[in-house]
Each structure stands twice: as C-alpha cells, then as structure tokens.
C-alpha cells in the first residue's frame, strides 16, 4: 500500500509518545510506501486533489527498560514530490487540534478524493461533525450527567444539584482550559466568564467523578472495536489525567462496561466513517471521543506488550487490498 500522513510537521513529533509515528513506523514495518505531508500542502486542481509529498523511513524505537527509545535521527525523508492523491491507497488526517478553518477547507478537499475510492481516515465528513466533546452526548445514556451552555446561572443550577463539576472548552485539547468548579468558590463567576467569553461561547460541563482521582482511561477503537487500553492518573495536586497535564501511564484492562460502551458506540462510529478514535472513560462513564489524531498507542504498546499499529495495518490490508 501507499500511505499519506497528514501531521503536524515532522521534526516537532516526539517519537516516543506521538501514535501518527507508530502507525507510520507500522506501515514502513509492514513493507508500505509511507509519505507526509501538511495541510496547507494540499490542492485541488480541476476537481483533482493533489499534494506535496515527502516519502519517509522511520527507524522503530526500541524499548529500553520501562522507557521508549528513539535513534538520532530517528527518521530520513526524500525530496519532496508533487503527487496525485488518487493514485495512494490511504490517506490519513492527523494534524493535532484544535480544529481550525484550514482544516475544515483540507477536509472538503479530502471529501474530493474520497470519490476516486481513495481510503481517508477518519472520513472527512465524519471529522467535521464529530466535536470531540460534542459528539459524546449521542451517546448520553453512558455518560455522566452533561450540560452545554454558556450561561453561568444554569451552570450554576446544575453545580446545585450536582455538586462538583467540571467545565471543558469544546476545542480544546490535551486538558487545556479544564477547570474543576468547586461550590461556594468566590472566583466561580470569574472562572465562568472567562471561559464562556461572558457568556458568548458554550462550554462543557459534567458532573465530576471521583474515580477520576484512579485514572481517565482512554481506549483506542478500530473500527468500532476495542484493541487498547491506558489508564491516565493525574499527578499530585492535579485532577486531569490528561498525559499532555501531566497524567502518569499506567497498565489496565478494558472492563465489560467499558465493552458495553463501545458496543453502543460502534454502530454510529462506523455509520460516520470514524475507524480510529479514542475513548475517554472515567469510572465507567464515557466523557469525551476524540477523532482528530488520537493518541495511546506508545503507551499502550510499552505497558501492554502490544504492536497496536501492526492491527491497524492488517486491518487497513485486508479492506485496500482489491485496489
């Protein structure tokens, strides 16, 4: 096969964590012919969707105790080439969020290309209506009790009947901008302006759960299935488990509830086109799923034993492997 990444640029990824690089390594792994590219690298030209490519070579990272390690330099990279899209087998959308408007334009391009029987993961239309924060409440029945609005009353109703909560821009990423809303703090009103631009734009804002303080767990889905698991604590005198905030990786299994929720899950993911995803689960609650470039793999591969990119290719072969 042929494989397009289109990622943030390559010389900022951090091997050693970043899942656009496992599944790039996997593919080199697997005897595939891996390019990348950017978003603003893309082009369309009389209905025809082009791109500035680069071919790369990954040298995989070997693990060093309880530690991945990276050779220097850990890729090589050829000159870049002007290629017709249609002629790769998959295209993968992966720049980090926030979702920005030039990556609305890439997926419209993208949707272009969907039409020559080009594979694009995540489909493009799916990007675009999937919010990471948003997209959950299809699925409210397992998740914890959820408000959107940018009104700090009824935020502050909700917070009377549930007390603890806490409040989550709808673009954001990583844990930034995650604020914990304690009741009776003086700085509630504030905090609520701020992130509502007074009142302006919508937030998040969920019931807090305790079992956070035991770990945020993402579980990576393919295709609608779970194939990973990571548990994510957060460190001391944080809440967020996020591994960008902080949070320490550690081991786990996915529990039945946790195969409950994928299940209820699958058959929409799938409608919308979302292959890959990951879930975000706290005490068995689903509070987010994340589309855009979903991260795990690294860790769960170090902790677990696994070589989750070497799933996902075999996946990807089996479905290209008529064109």
Known sequence: MKLVFIIDPLPHLDPTHDTSVALMEAAVGAGHTVFWTEMHRLRAVGGQVWAQLQPVTLHPVTLAGDRWQAADPWYEVGPWQEVHLADMDVVWMRPDPPVTTEYLYATYLLDLLMATG?????????LRNANEKLYALHFAEVMPPTLVTGDRRVIADFMAEHGQAVLKPLGGKGGEGILLLV???????????????????????????????????????LDGEPIGAVNRVPGSGEFRGNMAAGGAAEATEITAREREICQRLAPKLQADGLF?????????????????????????????????GAVVMAR???ECGSR
Do not use: H, W
């Open 118 to 126: 080009c594979r694009v993961v995540n489909r493009p239309a799916g």
């Open 183 to 221: 009741p009776g703090d003086r700085n509630f009103n504030s905090l609520v302006e701020l992130s509502t631009q007074r009142g302006r734009t919508p937030v998040m804002v969920q019931a807090y759960l305790p079992a956070a303080q035991q770990g945020d767990k993402r579980i990576v889905v």
């Open 276 to 308: 890959f995803v990951g879930l975000d689960v706290i005490g068995g609650f689903l509070t987010e799923v994340n589309v855009t470039s979903p991260t795990g793999v690294r860790e769960i591969d170090r902790l677990s034993g696994t070589r989750l």
């Open 316 to 318: 990807l072969e089996a």
